[in-house]
Nanobody
Framework: QVHVVESGGGLVQPGGSLRLSCAAS????????MGWYRQAPGKQRELVAR???????NYADSVKGRFTVSRDNAKNTMYLQMDSLKPEDTAVYYC????????WGQGTQVTVSS
């Protein structure tokens, strides 16, 4: 069965760090460009980071220089290292293929607050 499971979220103070994980199953993971998305309350879901099958990466301007996306194809897993977190990074974080072709998972909540 095709699905993704996000984990690693939590409550962190401004300036802190978190590392999110996305475990995918049911697909040949290494063939897909993957993306991290987030949705804050009252806002649309947005793409924050992308990593291609060739390990090229792209970031939204709002997270550039603070977030790092990586992948381990042997483990069918993608990661998002988030540093220097800001309150405006508070959102539910999701993963999917870059084309959003998989069923959306439950996401993982990230809350940045003092």
């Amino acid at each position: 069965q095709v699905h993704v499971v996000e984990s690693g979220g939590g409550l962190v103070q401004p300036g802190g760090s978190l590392r999110l994980s996305c475990a995918a199953s049911g697909i040949i993971f290494g063939l897909y460009a993957m993306g991290w998305y987030r949705q804050a309350p009252g806002k649309q879901r947005e793409l924050v980071a992308r990593i291609t099958s060739g390990y090229s990466t792209n970031y939204a301007d709002s997270v550039k220089g603070r977030f790092t996306v990586s992948r381990d194809n042997a483990k069918n897993t993608m990661y998002l290292q988030m540093d220097s977190l800001k309150p405006e990074d508070t959102a539910v974080y999701y993963c999917n293929t870059f084309q959003s072709t998989l069923p959306w998972g439950q996401g993982t909540q990230v809350t940045v607050s003092s």
